[in-house]
C-alpha cells in the first residue's frame, strides 16, 4: 500500500453493489466461483454485505467483500473474499472485524462458516481471530475433477447469552 491509500470497510446497499468489481475478484479467487446467480439470490434474499473499499491514487475500488445471513441468534458467513492483488496485508481480518461489529449490533451470539479442508491457512486466520473448529461436512464443495471436498464448521461466540433472571414471588 503506498502512502496514498486508504481503506474503508462499509455495509454497501445492494442496489449500490459493485456488482462488476465483486464479480471479477470472484472469478480471479477461487477455481469454483460464486455466480452472478448466486449473489442475485443473495440480493434477493436481503443478506448482509460489507464491501472493503480501497482509495488509491483518487481512485476507489473494491478490495474485498464478504456476504453474510442473519439468523436467529446467529450471523452464518457465506463468503468472504479479498481480491488477490491485496491478499496478505490483513485485509479478510478488516472484514471480519467489520462483520463481528454488525453481527453484535444484530445482537447475534454466534458466527458461523464452512472452510475447504485443504484450506489450511484460512482455517489458521479463523482459529487466530477465535473461531473454533466444530464439525464438518462431507462432500461439500466442488472439485475441478468432478469428485468433491469436504468443509470444516466452524465458529465464533460473539456474546455470553443472558442468564434467565430468577422471577419474583
Not at 455466480?35 to 476507489?60: C, K, M, W
Not at 475433477?145 to 464448521?153: C, I, L
Amino acid at each position: 500500500m503506498s502512502a496514498t491509500t486508504t481503506l474503508a470497510v462499509r455495509h454497501v446497499p445492494w442496489s449500490d453493489l459493485w456488482f462488476d468489481e465483486v464479480l471479477a475478484i470472484e472469478q480471479s479467487a477461487y477455481s469454483h466461483p460464486w455466480t452472478p446467480g448466486n449473489f442475485r439470490d443473495s440480493v434477493v434474499a436481503g443478506y448482509h454485505l460489507e464491501i472493503l473499499l480501497v482509495q488509491d491514487q483518487g481512485r476507489e475500488h473494491v478490495a474485498g467483500y464478504c456476504v453474510a445471513m442473519e439468523g436467529v441468534d446467529e450471523v452464518h458467513l457465506l463468503n468472504i473474499t479479498v481480491a488477490p492483488a491485496w491478499q496478505g496485508r490483513g485485509l479478510g481480518i478488516r472484514l471480519l472485524t467489520a462483520l463481528c461489529a454488525w453481527s453484535r449490533q444484530r445482537q447475534a451470539q454466534w458466527l458461523w462458516l464452512e472452510v475447504r479442508a485443504s484450506n489450511t491457512h484460512a482455517q489458521q486466520v479463523y482459529q487466530h481471530f477465535g473461531f473454533k473448529r466444530v464439525g464438518e461436512r462431507k462432500d461439500y464443495y466442488p472439485l475441478s475433477s468432478g469428485r468433491r471436498e469436504d468443509a470444516v464448521v466452524m465458529s465464533l461466540l460473539l456474546r455470553v447469552p443472558r442468564q434467565p433472571s430468577e422471577s419474583v414471588a
